[in-house]
């Protein structure tokens, strides 16, 4: 789609800037619909987004930590910048929603109303996918991303909380995550803490709440980063391959998982898959000077990005002939590392 000379229609009172239209949504604005908000946020689309076109865009709710309140209306980039700017390079193109904390922390019954409520809003507005909402947070964006999702379930695709928690501990440690976790075993989150993080949302919480999940049937992939202290955010959104994730996830349909290949020249993640999805791959020639011979392919339950922590749902994939250097492999539930193996003779 090539990018519009002008304002596109439809999209009154944007500003541009640079790669985006950016839009101050202000307290109780009533210039769009007749619809009075509770919440102050700021909308940021493509600068190639066309109202006109049939396209939905994938859409991510961002929820800035307790340091992050009162965005300047002078600096329409100003909260966006705290979720990276890797998010505005993807070819998928993404809305951003970024709403400003009202004093009622993210995730109480209030605040979770009425990001819905805008969430909704727009969806009449934007050409949102409804099935591509993505919701993420640092701290007590972190939090809050647990707690609304814990509210409202069926609103999201995929929820990625960085160094917050299902909370509030007590004193044996235990978090609040529910004992039955089926209203939320179809939606994926992907969480991050720094291991250094003791004091302000200590990470042995989060460990906690994802082992909590994870033993309640719910998939969580969890990097710990043994370096990072509370701010890790800037690290975890400058990764591709969160992106990669996030945008694979579809709400309604199975979770997608990581299929990494090493055809014999390197891992990689070929891509995020649903289960049942059939790829079909090619391992290298073997090398004759080397008197080298392929003997087959194996898989394992597993992941290739080092930093993260993966759980055990996964079996392993089936080929159609593990023996062929082309042949075709089926994606089990659960990220998977497939490798082409060689041996000298």
Same mark, same amino acid.
């Given at each position: ?13 944007? *500003? ?23 919440? !102050? ?52 193109? @993404? ?9 009622? !922390? ?30 993420? /947070?640092?701290?007590?964006? +972190? ?26 501990? +007590? ?66 959104? !400058? ?8 945008? !694979? ?18 891992? /990689? ?7 049942? *999805? ?30 993260? *922590? ?15 250097? *082309? ?6 539930? +659960?990220?998977? @590392? ?8």
């Amino acid at each position: 789609m090539a990018p519009l000379s002008g304002k596109p229609p439809a999209l009154d009172g944007w *500003t541009r800037e640079g790669d985006r239209w950016i839009r101050h949504v202000l307290l109780g604005d009533r210039k769009r619909g007749g619809w009075s908000n509770q919440l !102050a946020y700021k909308l940021s689309v493509p600068a190639d987004y066309d109202p006109r076109s049939r396209r939905k865009y994938a859409t991510v709710v961002h929820l800035h930590g307790y340091g992050g309140p009162k965005f300047p209306t002078n600096d329409p980039e100003g909260l966006g910048g705290v979720f990276g700017q890797l998010w505005k390079k993807q070819e998928d193109p @993404i809305i951003g929603i970024f709403p400003q904390w009202d004093g009622s !922390a993210w995730g109480s019954p209030d605040s979770s109303r009425k990001l819905i409520e805008i969430l909704n809003h727009e969806k009449t507005q934007l050409r949102i996918d409804p099935d591509r909402v993505y919701l993420t /947070g640092q701290s007590m964006g +972190g939090y809050g991303s647990y707690f609304i999702a814990q509210h409202y379930p069926g609103v999201f695709a995929a929820v990625a909380p960085i160094s917050g928690s299902w909370a509030p501990f +007590g004193p044996e440690k235990r978090t609040s995550v529910p004992r039955d976790l089926s209203k939320w075993r179809h939606l994926p989150y992907w969480a991050a803490h720094g291991m250094k993080d003791t004091k302000v949302a200590p990470f042995a919480n989060h460990q906690a709440t994802v082992d909590a999940l994870r033993e309640g049937g719910v998939h969580v992939r969890f990097t710990a980063y043994p370096s990072g202290g509370h701010h890790v955010k800037q690290i975890h959104y !400058a990764n591709q391959k969160f992106f990669d994730w996030l945008l !694979a996830q579809k709400r309604g349909t199975p979770h997608n998982y990581e299929l990494s290949v090493d055809a014999g020249g390197g891992a /990689g993640i070929l891509g995020f898959f649903e289960p049942g *999805t059939t790829r079909r791959m090619t391992a290298r020639a073997p090398d004759r000077e080397k008197r080298e011979v392929f003997t087959g392919w194996t898989c394992v339950a597993g992941s290739s990005i080092k930093d993260t *922590t993966t759980n055990a749902l996964g079996s392993r994939g089936r080929f159609s002939n593990a023996r062929a250097l *082309t042949t075709t492999f089926t994606m089990p539930a +659960g990220d998977v @590392i497939v490798r082409a193996n060689y041996e000298a003779r």
